[in-house]
Nanobody, 123 residues
Framework: QVQLDESGGGLVQAGGSLRLSCAAS????????MGWFRQAPGKEREFVAA????????TYADSVKGRFTISRDSAKNTVYLQMNNLKPEDTAVYYC????????????????WGQGTQVTVSS
């Protein structure tokens, strides 16, 4: 398994931007599908975005399409989530996830998880 460490969360006003980072340990990072999920208080953890091991394929939840961008830097073993035009409903704990074999949007598709970083969007 890979160890994941998220950073970059914080408090931002609606319409603002944040960039989340997820640093992964291990030399096999380039083989992993990487994803971002989020969980708001009282709600289920939901899919946000995923990127393939090569970076050639990306997929997004409908709620964030056109506002969020997932990317990866294999030289830094890091995956990013650029979040623009943030809305109060984006408030949640954001989790980084990784898997060496599955490509999907379900929690069960990912075997490794970070501890999460809080994003709060004020109106």
């Amino acid at each position: 398994q890979v160890q994941l460490d998220e950073s970059g969360g914080g408090l931002v006003q609606a319409g603002g931007s944040l960039r989340l980072s997820c640093a992964a340990s291990g030399r096999t990072f380039i083989r992993y599908v990487m994803g971002w999920f989020r969980q708001a208080p009282g709600k289920e953890r939901e899919f946000v975005a995923a990127i393939s091991s090569s970076g050639a394929s990306r997929t997004y939840a409908d709620s964030v399409k056109g506002r969020f961008t997932i990317s990866r830097d294999s030289a830094k073993n890091t995956v990013y989530l650029q979040m623009n035009n943030l809305k109060p409903e984006d408030t949640a704990v954001y989790y980084c996830a990784a898997d060496p074999t599955h490509w999907g949007t379900s929690r069960s598709d990912f075997g490794s998880w970070g501890q999460g970083t809080q994003v709060t969007v004020s109106s």
